[in-house]
């Protein structure tokens, strides 16, 4: 295969082993974050696992129920710092966790929350915890939607949540009044739920968040082969959970892959990636896409960040949380 590589130069860039060193131009915290991800042998650890075969369903949801409790284990020690009243609401099928801070700054605005973890991950208590922090940190309600996933639940059963919640918070608040956040695959559900929410005839919201986003399914950009290892949140493509997710359907859907979609009339939009993320390529080009529909976008390119920002405690992913809620400020502000 090396060979076929070397006698064709039009397949591609043949690049022999070598060490991607960690950037000297980020902070000791965030450089720490990426070595600690990372094996004495220079593999990222994430890379290591094995997701299962297709058709084994078991296999899958014990691999879910592995992840979401460790993902519940991660965000227990922050539960005492949370301020935020919540309750948990069923909407049809849509469980919803509204979260309400103490002493609301702008009590009558929210954000809907749509939480990452691959489209497979991420319910549960770890989408509770989201919901308050999210609270917390803007002074505003906050709706965490815990959206139904595979293998029990996949395709259109996540969308079909998300959309049922968004109706629900426009019974409660005025468009003009919601900000919608979506993180990884919540970033493609958020996106994917406004361009059917507007093929449908709902209103726009105040504003959209996107960080990292999972917008394109199909996986075709750039940075899935140029980010490949060199993000050790995301090491790998996540082509087999894609598919899982999508159960036949077709990945280039714009519902499924909104980066495919037409975004006219989109509210103005924060976009985030990072420079070692394996989605860079997919917040590029969705930046591209939205500038070209006239969409205002702001975009947030993170030095040296991998999927997702460095985790928490650094001082690149607390600027980063500044700027976010700069925009959902000025998006509440300026659409009341």
């Known amino acids: 295969m090396a060979d076929a590589k070397i006698t064709n130069p039009h397949h591609g860039i043949l690049l022999q082993d070598r060490i991607v060193p960690f950037p000297i131009s980020i ?80 009590p009558k605005h929210a954000c809907i929350d749509l939480h990452g973890g691959a489209l497979l991950f991420g319910s549960g208590e770890a989408c509770r915890v989201s919901a308050q922090q999210q609270a917390d940190r803007y002074g505003i309600s906050c709706y965490g939607v815990d959206y139904r996933l595979p293998p029990r639940h996949p395709y259109p059963a996540a969308l079909d949540d998300c959309l049922e919640a968004y109706r629900y918070v426009l019974s409660q608040h005025s468009p003009n009044e919601i900000v919608l956040i979506g993180r990884s695959a919540g970033g493609n559900l958020a996106l994917a739920m406004l361009l059917r929410g507007r093929d449908e005839g709902l209103p726009m919201p105040a504003g959209l968040v996107l960080l990292s986003p999972e917008v394109d399914l199909t996986e075709s950009g750039d940075s899935f082969h140029t980010n490949r290892y060199i993000d050790v949140v995301l090491p790998l493509p996540l082509m087999q959970i894609n598919q899982l997710y999508a159960a036949g359907a077709d990945l280039a859907d714009p519902y499924l ?58 001082e690149e992913d607390e600027e980063l949380l500044q700027e976010v809620q700069v925009f959902i400020t000025a998006c509440c502000l300026n659409r009341s």
């Open 27 to 106: 902070s000791p915290q965030a450089k720490a974050k990426l070595q600690n991800l990372v094996t004495a042998q220079g593999t990222p650890v994430n890379a290591l696992y094995q997701l299962p075969a297709a058709d084994d369903t078991a296999a899958w949801q014990t691999l879910q129920e592995y992840v979401n409790s460790q993902y519940e284990l991660a965000v227990k020690g922050s539960t005492e710092q949370l301020h935020a009243d919540v309750q948990t609401l069923i909407i049809g099928n849509a469980e919803i966790h509204v979260a309400t801070p103490k002493g609301e700054i702008r």
């Open 257 to 314: 892959s909104p980066l495919f979609g037409n975004f006219e009339g989109l509210p103005p939009t924060f976009l985030q990636t990072g420079t070692r993320d394996l989605f860079l390529s997919n917040a590029a080009r969705l930046h591209r896409g939205l500038r070209r529909a006239g969409v205002p976008v702001e975009f947030y390119l993170g030095e040296g960040m991998p999927h997702g920002g460095f985790m928490g405690g650094t």
